[in-house]
């Protein structure tokens, strides 16, 4: 890659936001998906989706606890940061965002697990004796009531929750973007379309994400993968990165036509620095091509999809689409996050960006951080089964005449 | 009767609720005495920020005395200073905070930074400095040679133009002095303007514009002495001026 080129100010030769802030959108993005994605099961009742919901929760889940990690990793003084909590500032949007994240987890995410499980917590650790038993015993709260209407009230607050927690997932995400759109000197950055383009991304990815872990959870179960499931997911993915890319037209139309003082420099970046992140990666591989593929096989305008595939193919379709959009997510994250910086506030030069490999803020930590997520899931899922059959009500049979949980039913 | 009427009331919320909301209760509560504890006493009395850090700051030590203080008793040099260019620049800005000098002017001997490495902090070529403040790059101007032994720092015109071309163009002199053109002086080529070494941009020094100007030298029939190697003009290298292929400064370079 070329050097730095043209006229850069003095601080603006090395970036000050690197990797762990593209991982940051990135890890926040998969939890609000994944969490819309539940909602569609439970607020909609698409019924083909539900058995990725709870599986979807607890997704959301593991992404939430590993989200602020890169947060922390990049502060100089991590230790102090729990201090936004103490002190709020009203007037900062990064400070008040701590907020947003604490509500998030707090009173949407862990609440519609809780109320979602409870049941099954209380029957899984009834008898049983052992650590896991213990922890299950713990996270009931002593709240064992099994009656029905104890059970119609968890159904009917989790309903409540997740009502609640669709505006808070697009506010989380929207959060994120705002962040950036609200940059006013940036004008890679500063764009009320920001958030909105951000929010249809974390969808799109969050769709995707879960599409990948649920199809490679039905092969490590040694299950079949429900192929209703799948292809729901993959119209469902389609539709969202129709309009997750026509939003993005729309900004880049709209910047382009505008064309105010930095577009030439911003043409200059797109046309040298970020030709392989933006136009390849994000546009063409991370788009386009998965747009034409699920045009193609997914079930979205008629109930076959436009070629008539194999169930065994189409599943390698939507895997192969499904990485191909986690890189194109990725890159959007990266080219919003560096290309935001790579360009001098004098509108009349370039800087360059170089990964660290070791180090803080270095490759290895970043991907280390993404991996956590996935780590805490399994663990997430050893101690809250997500799956159909692995419910109190499906094998116990204590009675209850609930063989499905309540967001089933 | 008022207890058991609560009692009833208790009961009647589900007992998620009732185990959530302590569970929630414990947390803000904890949030609370957190606050309690960790939140300085004098925060937010006066903005986002602990109001004592003010009174904190005030009691430190006081290390610089103001340039008043240093007039008082160096009138001249704060005469001299006060006329030049560096009229602006506090005394303290380059001798150090001298507040224990003024108070024990025999004991506390404020330093004076004589290597050449303290200058260029302000003088050194930067592209954000603004345009006509003095710029210097420290390798090639005068290189070695404090930037005392020119300029007196409180008067840092210097007194005379710069004598050689060497003093704003020693990376070039020192090249040339290694070359076969080490012995020809740089008027030899350039025609140079005398307010060339007081305003450097404005008379610019010429430079050569055709083949026919080293032919003075390397043509076939120059009238030169004969070791100096010979071109024939018309058939060597012909459409290119001569130093786009050599370097005057060093011809034989490769």
């Not at chain 2, 108070?103 to 603004?130: I, T």
């Amino acid at each position: 890659m070329r050097p730095m080129q043209g006229y850069v100010y003095p601080n603006e030769f090395e970036l000050h936001w690197g990797l762990l802030i593209v991982v940051y959108p990135y890890l926040t993005g998969l939890v609000a998906g994944a969490f819309i994605l539940a909602s569609l099961a439970r607020v909609f009742n698409v019924r083909e989706v539900q058995p990725v919901y709870r599986l979807s929760l607890l997704t959301a889940l593991a992404f939430l606890i590993a989200a602020p990690l890169p947060l922390l990793a990049h502060l100089g003084r991590p230790e102090r940061a729990f201090e936004i909590f103490l002190t709020p500032n009203l007037r900062s949007a990064m400070a008040m965002f701590g907020f947003v994240y604490a509500w998030y987890l707090m009173v949407v995410l862990l609440l519609e697990i809780w109320f979602d499980y409870r049941k099954d917590l209380v029957i899984w650790s009834r008898g049983s004796t052992g650590v896991l038993s213990l922890v299950r015993r713990i996270l009931t709260l002593g709240a064992t009531d099994l009656s029905e209407g104890a059970l119609r009230f968890d159904a009917g607050a989790g309903k409540l929750i997740t009502i609640v927690g669709i505006p808070s997932a697009f506010l989380l995400h929207g959060y994120v973007g705002f962040i950036f759109g609200s940059v006013k000197a940036n004008p890679w950055w500063s764009s009320v379309l920001m958030p909105v383009v951000f929010l249809f991304s974390a969808i799109v990815s969050g769709i995707a994400l879960m599409l990948l872990i649920f199809m490679i959870s039905s092969l490590v179960r040694f299950k079949r993968v429900d192929m209703a499931c799948m292809d729901k997911l993959a119209a469902f993915l389609m539709y969202a990165l129709v309009v997750d890319f026509s939003l993005e037209m729309l900004d880049f139309t709209q910047r382009l036509y505008e064309a105010e003082e930095s577009i030439r420099i911003l043409s200059q970046m797109l046309s040298s620095r970020l030709v392989l992140s933006l136009i390849v990666l994000q546009v063409l591989v991370g788009t386009v091509l998965p747009l034409m593929s699920l045009a193609l096989v997914a079930p979205t305008v008629r109930k076959q999809g436009l070629v008539k595939v194999p169930d065994e193919l189409r599943r390698l379709i939507y895997f192969v689409v499904a990485v191909l959009i986690q890189i194109g997510i990725f890159s959007t994250r990266w080219n919003v996050v560096i290309g935001g910086q790579l360009f001098s506030k004098s509108l009349r030069g370039l800087t360059v960006y170089k990964i660290e490999l070791l180090g803080i803020e270095g490759m290895l930590t970043a991907g280390a951080i993404v991996v956590l997520p996935l780590v805490i899931l399994l663990v997430l899922v050893k101690l809250l089964p997500p799956w159909p059959d692995a419910e109190a009500g499906a094998t116990a049979g204590i009675g209850l005449g609930l063989a499905v949980s309540p967001a089933r039913r | 009767m008022a207890g058991r009427s609560a009692r009833r009331w208790v009961a009647a919320v589900p007992q998620q609720v009732r185990h959530l909301g302590a569970i929630f209760a414990l947390l803000v509560a904890g949030l609370v005495g957190a606050r309690q504890v960790l939140v300085p006493k004098t925060f937010g009395e006066r903005g986002h920020y602990r109001a004592a850090a003010v009174d904190s700051i005030v009691a430190q030590e006081i290390g610089y005395a103001g340039h008043a203080a240093c007039e008082t008793c160096h009138p001249d040099i704060a005469d001299k200073k006060g006329q030049s260019y560096h009229r602006g620049v506090a005394c303290e800005v380059c001798h150090g905070p001298q507040a224990a000098h003024v108070l024990a002017p025999m004991d506390h001997k404020p330093p004076a930074p004589r290597e050449r490495a303290y200058c260029p902090l302000c003088h050194g070529y930067n592209p954000s400095r603004p345009t006509g403040f003095p710029q210097i790059d420290p390798v090639l101007h005068n290189p070695v040679r404090p930037c005392i032994s020119c300029h007196d720092p409180h008067d840092p015109t210097p007194p005379h133009p710069p004598e050689s071309c060497a003093a704003c163009h020693g990376e070039i002199a020192r090249t040339k002095a290694i070359s076969y053109h080490a012995e020809l002086p740089c008027t030899q080529c350039h025609a140079v303007d005398r307010r060339h070494s007081v305003s450097p941009r404005q008379q610019r020094p010429s430079k050569p514009t055709t083949r026919e100007f080293c032919g003075r030298c390397h043509a076939q029939d120059a009238d030169s002495p004969p070791e100096i190697p010979r071109v024939d003009l018309a058939s060597h290298g012909p459409g290119y001026v001569c130093w786009q292929c050599h370097y005057p400064h060093h011809p034989e370079a490769r």
